[in-house]
């Protein structure tokens, strides 16, 4: 099962992914920030990060710099609604700089985050894979 770690400050944000997430059919665990992603990856690793970019302690793109150094294989989707439809991209893209393998911008739909995961995985969503 693949396993997914969704790091957001916005605990509705991370509840909601969570549980749209495990009904796909995917383990997920949860983290307020990029230093408890960080940490919660060191101690069982997780095979995609899914990161908002701004966060209060430590930043998305602080976790997405850290995960490439220390978790090269780790898929990474970044995700951000910015202050503003220009300077989400400008964000976004400073986020496939730092090592996203793909970006989503604020608000997206359910389908667009499953099509990303399928992306960098190159699976299709469990639940799927069990309907074939």
């Known amino acids: 099962m693949t396993r997914l770690l ?4 916005d605990s509705d944000m991370r509840d909601s992914m969570r549980l749209l997430l495990e009904r796909a059919g995917y ?5 307020g920030d990029g230093a408890v992603a960080l940490e ?8 995609v ?4 970019i701004f966060m209060g302690e430590a930043d998305g793109l602080r976790a997405i710099e850290s995960f490439r150094r220390e ?6 989707i970044a995700m951000s609604g910015g202050s503003g439809r220009l300077q989400s991209k400008g964000y976004l893209a400073a986020a496939g700089v ?3 393998d793909a970006t989503l911008r604020k608000p997206f739909a359910m389908a667009t985050l499953l099509e990303a995961l399928g ?11 069990s309907a074939r």
């Open 71 to 76: 978790f090269p294989a780790t898929r990474i």
């Open 6 to 9: 969704i790091a957001d400050d």
């Open 119 to 129: 992306q960098v995985t190159n699976t299709a969503a469990p639940s799927s894979q």
């Open 27 to 31: 383990e997920v665990g949860l983290a």
């Open 40 to 47: 919660l990856q060191r101690a069982r690793p997780f095979d």
């Open 49 to 52: 990060l899914i990161t908002d």
């Open 98 to 100: 730092a090592g996203a």
